[in-house]
T-cell receptor, first 115, second 112 residues
Framework: AQKITQTQPGMFVQEKEAVTLDCTYD???????LFWYKQPSSGEMIFLIY??????QNATEGRYSLNFQKARKSANLVISASQLGDSAMYFC????????????FGPGTRLSVLP | EAQVTQNPRYLITVTGKKLTVTCSQN?????MSWYRQDPGLGLRQIYY???????DKGDVPEGYKVSRKEKRNFPLILESPSPNQTSLYFC???????????FGEGSRLTVL
């Protein structure tokens, strides 16, 4: 069965510094996608970044990058130059490819950016 | 604009009074899902649907019903709400087999 682990319930980072949020996953399927979502205090779920299991390069979207280590089954989110607005809950998710596959979410990490 | 629309966004109701939370998406997505979010418990899946007339239980289906008669709509029904169903509910949709999950804005439900 698919499973996502986020071992950091909460993290603090100083403004303008980089931070890494950990995510490990478990699947036996060679084809899958990994996703990160941000949930600010206002409550909405915001899609940040996607990494496919066959992608040769790590995904990047602006200040967000995904450190994908396939052999270790980890998909850590790196936020560079943290901003106060980055304070939020962050969820890692996975879906195996193909018809009929469900999404699985991790428990989330609460990031607090300090001024 | 591509979106998932949930209604109502906020609702206070009383125990036992049936209610429906509607969810509609305009992206022709086959996959739709309902989640509830409670403090410290992350997102828990209630039901999901891979296509019209195909629904499956998620992790916490007790006390909820769903139907998928049309591709765009996936309502969540609470036949007899109880206080432990007080929660923030999200509807979401996606292409079948690939692509990210698009979330609605959430529906905050309080059952007294």
């Amino acid at each position: 069965a698919q499973k996502i682990t986020q071992t950091q319930p909460g993290m603090f980072v100083q403004e303008k510094e980089a931070v890494t949020l950990d995510c490990t996953y478990d699947t036996s399927d060679p084809s899958y996608g990994l996703f990160w979502y941000k949930q600010p205090s206002s409550g909405e779920m915001i899609f940040l970044i996607y990494q496919g299991s066959y992608d040769q390069q790590n995904a990047t979207e602006g200040r967000y990058s995904l450190n994908f280590q396939k052999a270790r089954k980890s998909a850590n989110l790196v936020i560079s130059a943290s901003q106060l607005g980055d304070s939020a809950m962050y969820f890692c998710a996975m879906r195996e490819s193909g018809y009929g596959q469900n999404f699985v979410f991790g428990p989330g990490t609460r990031l607090s950016v300090l001024p | 604009e591509a979106q998932v629309t949930q209604n109502p966004r906020y609702l206070i109701t009383v125990t036992g009074k049936k209610l429906t939370v509607t969810c509609s998406q305009n992206m022709n997505h086959e996959y739709m899902s309902w989640y509830r979010q409670d403090p410290g418990l992350g997102l828990r899946q209630i039901y999901y649907s891979m296509n019209v007339e195909v629904t499956d239980k998620g992790d916490v289906p007790e006390g909820y019903k769903v139907s998928r008669k049309e591709k765009r709509n996936f309502p969540l029904i609470l036949e007899s709400p109880s206080p432990n169903q007080t929660s923030l509910y999200f509807c979401a949709s996606s292409q079948q087999g690939y692509g990210e999950l698009f979330f609605g804005e959430g529906s905050r439900l309080t059952v007294l």
